[in-house]
């Protein structure tokens, strides 16, 4: 999809504010109501915006740490990989999984309340999940920047 200055002035601002009206985003981005909400309507369809989320404090949700957790599968076969993907699906306290190049193969976001809550997941799920060689974590000490906005070209 082409991006025009418009298209890309309403994605920059349903980033900052989901719920802003559609008469205050037109405003805006300087174009009528009717025409602003097609070119909402387009990206949705076309699958740039995903959908909407409410962004939730992890403090305040009882999570204050962020958890990096670096994994090496015992073999890379098609299936070991899809095992290990589904199952870490399935673990709610892991924010992101990445399929990594270099030493080790997965990097996992996860967030905990604690030492202790880390060793629980740590025991009965990371150690257990398909596939799994080695697991070797790093406990942020400070979040020093994070943002869900993506540059918008």
């Given at each position: 999809m082409e991006l025009d200055r418009y298209d890309r002035a309403i994605l920059r601002l349903l980033q900052q504010d989901a719920r802003i009206t559609n008469t205050l985003l037109a405003e805006k981005v300087s174009l009528s109501e009717s025409a602003?909400?097609?070119r909402v309507r387009a990206l949705e369809e076309s699958g740039l915006v995903q959908g909407y989320t409410a962004l939730i404090d992890?403090?305040?949700?009882?999570?204050?740490?962020?958890?990096?957790v670096s994994i090496t599968l015992d073999r890379q076969s098609q299936s070991g990989?899809?095992?290990?993907?589904?199952a870490v699906r399935k673990i709610p306290e892991v924010m992101e999984c990445y399929l990594m190049t270099g030493e080790h193969d997965y990097l996992l976001r996860l967030v905990v309340a604690d030492?202790?809550?880390?060793e629980r997941l740590h025991n009965q799920h990371l150690t257990r999940?398909?596939?799994v060689a080695r697991v070797q974590s790093s406990f942020a000490m400070r979040t020093v920047t994070r943002s869900t906005i993506l540059p918008v070209r």
């Open positions: 602003c909400l097609r992890q403090h305040k949700a009882g999570y204050p740490v962020n958890v990096f990989l899809e095992a290990f993907e589904n030492m202790a809550d880390f999940l398909p596939s």
